[in-house]
């Protein structure tokens, strides 16, 4: 009962740090604004009468705020559908990518952008082409998987598939016109977060919250997984089912996710592993601390993508370059302990 | 065995054929025939460069992946076959005596120099930086012995040149600023120093983006760094035909609070049958130079649609109508 009531205490300073994070990330920007004038935009939404610039709304309103939203939410959606896989493959080497939902999402958001079609196309071109590859995935895995371990099964059939997406997106890429759509489909293809509007935020926000309490909640079921799918059947767990629906879940997450952020890799892998060093293994936990960690890093990282230089820095680079020293120290920290 | 003929075939020919000394645009001493009857134009800003004054010498212009339809120029441009000339073999199947490469002196010129020597074809470079296109017009002339003609080019742009001057020295220009718009959503640039904004460079217009690492090409950059630049003017970039981000810029809450948004001096940059700006950085830079001339230095609109209407005519061979050039400036 103690370690329970100590859980819910970290969960809920990752909650606040979050939050915190997300606020000071509001100050942060290329656009120098007085903290003065926050208040006064602030004070505004009470008080009509208020004078603030007008500069100040659209930078806050229309750039800021939509992005440390996103940030937020695909930061903690990538880190959650990481957990989660990583608890039901039994593997802590697994991403949210291993079932080729990336992939799949680069070649529709590529094929998008060659066909010129408008951010909205775009975005669901993506996310139907992401989920439509974990298909495809898993529908190989069944018809191969009947002899072979099933996670096995599953993730082959997921290298296959990012494989064959792969080769696709290079041959976009070729016939891509170099002075225009080749660097719009690289940049895409590196992840970021410079073009999120609000409007394109509410679908992701409704799947990430309800996959995060669907996931948090058969979180024991993951935790009996973890013993082996003879184990699990024994005590009554249709693995089957189980399985099935967590790939739908995280599926749904990442595709949507991907679909708005362009490729954001190591978010995925590594947070899962320092939410485990903080809280431990018990996914009930895990899954909230993971995405609430996965949030608080994104933040961090995407402050830094849009501030250190006049030129964005693609959150692919930068998720990379500040995600490996952290995790490194992390690594040591957690070393020396025991 | 076929390409095997074909390489000794080549190496015969470039033996026997008579041929003279001459040093290119970059000073480089180069062996080619007394009377060039082939030539591979290498790639798309050298072939649109040298289309009109080549005629049938001209066999056949490197082209990358990409946009494949043109329109208002002459379908003289659009017949002349494309070759991949990343696949050198295929520079070789079509046998050309030299292959003229559009550079932008001063420049690197070992990868020239390598290409020559693995293909054993003479290779001749071209200056295409903005400001001497008019010499390049009298070097190509004596190269192809069509003097005559090529007169009427460089002729032409030498006036161009000249009114531009007289046009900046009468009305300088104080600090105003523009920034050139690319991508969907207009968050690509090219940033100052880039060879694809040297139209405002020659103009002595300020690019509003300045970036701490020099780019060559198109980078990536955020609203706020926009607003913080906050441009007199916007120049933005058709992506692939519907998509310009030009309605975005004007209709986004988000881009309304910059001067060029709020004094309505946001521009689509005309693009056909290549946009005036760059893609590629060639002689189609030339109309852009004339309307900016209109937009920052007070050219009569007269005098900009009488030098566009004359430079289609030159160096596209196409006669631009008036709705041809309503819909271009549209």
Redesign the interface.
């Known amino acids: 009962m103690q370690s329970t009531k100590s859980e819910i205490v970290i969960i809920g300073m990752l909650l606040l740090t979050s939050i915190c994070v997300a606020i000071i990330s509001l100050h942060f920007?290329?656009?120098?604004i007085a903290i003065n004038d926050i208040f006064l935009l602030l004070k505004s939404f009470f008080d009509k009468n208020t004078l603030y610039p007008?500069?100040v709304k659209?930078?806050i309103l229309?750039?800021?705020l939509p992005r440390i939203l996103a940030a937020f939410l695909v930061g903690g959606t990538l880190s959650l559908t990481g957990a989660a896989y990583q608890g039901m493959f039994r593997n802590p080497m697994v991403s949210p990518s291993i079932l080729g939902v990336s992939a799949g999402a680069g070649f529709g958001a590529a094929l998008g952008?060659l066909l010129?079609?408008?951010?909205f196309w775009?975005q669901t071109l993506s996310f139907l082409f992401g989920i439509g590859a974990v298909l495809v995935v898993y529908s190989l895995s069944l018809v191969t998987g009947r002899k072979y371990d099933k996670n096995l099964t599953l993730i082959l059939s997921g290298m296959i598939i990012t494989a064959v997406f792969t080769a696709l997106i290079s041959i976009l890429k070729?016939?891509?016109?170099?002075?225009?759509?080749l660097?719009?489909i690289e940049?895409w293809l590196m992840g970021?977060l410079?073009?999120v509007q609000l409007g394109n935020l509410q679908y992701i926000a409704i799947l990430s919250f309800a996959g995060l309490l669907f996931l948090s909640l058969s979180g024991w079921k993951l935790d009996i997984l973890s013993f082996g799918d003879e184990e699990a059947k024994s005590m009554g767990i249709n693995v089957r089912r189980l399985r099935f629906t967590v790939i739908i879940i995280a599926t749904l997450l990442t595709a949507s996710a991907v679909s708005i952020s362009g490729i954001i890799g190591w978010v995925g892998l590594l947070v899962p592993h320092i939410a485990r060093m903080l809280i431990g293994p018990k996914n009930v936990v895990l899954l909230p601390a993971s995405f609430l960690i996965g949030a608080i890093f994104l933040l961090i990282v995407d402050d830094f993508s849009?501030c250190i230089?006049?030129?964005?820095i693609?959150l692919g680079i930068t998720t990379a370059l500040i995600g490996a020293p952290f995790f490194i120290f992390i690594l040591l920290k957690t070393s020396k302990k025991v | 065995m076929k390409k095997y003929i074909l390489i000794v075939s080549i190496c015969f020919y470039t033996f026997v054929v008579h041929a003279k000394q001459i040093t290119d645009m970059a000073g480089r001493t180069v062996k080619v025939p007394d009377h060039i009857k082939k030539i591979l134009a290498y790639d798309s800003k050298t072939s649109i460069m040298m289309f009109r004054c080549a005629g049938s010498k001209l066999v056949a212009k490197g082209m990358?992946?990409?946009?494949k339809t043109y329109s208002l120029i002459s379908s003289d441009y659009t017949k002349i076959p494309d070759v991949d000339v990343k696949n050198l073999e295929e520079i070789l199947a079509i046998a050309p005596e030299i292959i003229i490469i559009g550079v932008y002196l001063p420049e690197n010129l070992d990868d020239y120099t390598s290409l020559q020597s693995k293909l054993n074809i003479p290779v001749v470079l071209i200056d295409l930086s903005i400001e001497k296109l008019d010499k390049t017009y009298t070097f190509l002339g004596k190269l192809l012995e069509n003097e005559v003609e090529c007169k009427k080019y460089s002729n032409y742009l030498s006036t161009i040149y000249t009114d531009i001057q007289s046009l900046m020295k009468a009305k300088p220009l104080s600090g105003i600023t523009a920034y050139y718009c690319?991508?969907?959503?207009g968050?690509?640039t090219d940033p100052s120093g880039s060879k694809h904004t040297e139209v405002f460079d020659f103009l002595k217009i300020k690019n509003a983006?300045?970036?701490?690492?020099p780019?060559g090409?198109?980078?990536?950059?955020?609203?706020?760094?926009i607003?913080?630049w906050n441009p007199d003017y916007i120049f933005a970039?058709e992506?692939?035909?519907?998509?310009n981000p030009y309605k975005t810029i004007l209709t986004s809450?988000?881009w309304?609070?910059l001067k060029a948004v709020k004094n309505k001096h946001v521009y689509k940059i005309p693009s056909q049958p290549l946009t005036w700006f760059?893609?590629?950085p060639s002689i189609n830079r030339i109309p852009g130079l004339i309307w900016l001339c209109e937009i920052f230095y007070k050219q009569s609109p007269e005098t900009t649609k009488a030098k566009i209407i004359e430079f289609y005519k030159l160096f596209y061979g196409y006669t631009l109508t008036d709705e041809d050039y309503k819909q271009l400036r549209s």
């Open positions: 920007g290329r656009f120098t007008e500069t659209t930078v229309n750039i800021r952008i010129a079609l408008q951010g775009i070729i016939v891509a016109d170099p002075n225009n759509t660097p719009a940049y970021g410079s073009g849009r230089s006049s030129i964005e693609p | 990358l992946p990409g946009k690319l991508g969907v959503d968050l690509m983006a300045k970036v701490e690492i780019s090409g198109h980078v990536k950059v955020n609203m706020e760094q607003l913080v970039a992506f692939k035909g519907e998509t809450p988000t309304a609070g760059d893609h590629p």
